[in-house]
């Protein structure tokens, strides 16, 4: 499936601020089953975007904007190619990185609620056999519903709302993989839902052996398919945010969010 995603983060503020350094993960990733064919960051005001890695191979741009301002754009368009079926990440982990996506986070921490939750649903045969049966519990036992959880909001809380969006989801799969010994790691990216509200999307990377990463989706009780793009990936989303920055001022800071794709 060709796709073309337009990303469009609007910034306002309700006094001028200056000196605002951001930083945006919103190149897809190029790997197995999914090619970045184009990708066009602009801002206004207009600066010098420039480019690195982090340390989980995203990719990640920032700039500055050092003059004063009260508005801050940025836009990118994406064209992207993926395929019908998601082949696994067979990528090789050292056992320290493994570790890495075996520990609590803030946002996926090994409370008490999730341990009982984890504890309340049978460890299956195999790894994958295991996230598999999560994913089908979290999904029937959880509510999509906008706006009952924020972007701070951690696993154990939504858990206990019974209710949140594809982050707290996919952060309370995390936690519960992790707490029965299966390294499982943050998806950041897109969902083609076949022209219906677009909107960024997560779901959840599991270290299944001999197979490598497999990716399931929570929210929607599937596994990854071709109307998925992978952007970033991370220990949580406190790895992976689309947008991040800081400013010099003491403005209110408001954004808006516009997500569009197309299949071509």
Known sequence: MRLQIEHTTTFTYDQPISEAYTEMRLKPLDMDGQRCLTFQLTTEP???VQQYADHFGNDVRHFDVVQPHQKLMV???SEVLTVDTYSADSSILSPLDAFN???PTD???HSPDLAGFSASHKIADSPLESAMA???TIHENLVYEKGATDVTTTADKALSLGR???QDFSHIMLAVCRLQNIPARYVSGYLYNNGHTAASHAWVDVLVPGRGWVSLDPTHNTEQTEQYVRVAVGRDYADVPPTRGIF?????EK???SVSIKVY
């Open 248 to 252: 010099k001022g003491n403005a209110k």
């Open 107 to 109: 946002y996926a921490p």
């Open 101 to 103: 996506y075996l520990t």
């Open 255 to 257: 954004m808006d969010v």
């Open 75 to 77: 836009s990118a368009v």
């Open 134 to 136: 999560l994913m089908h």
């Open 164 to 166: 949140g969006v594809c």
């Open 46 to 48: 207009q600066d010098l």
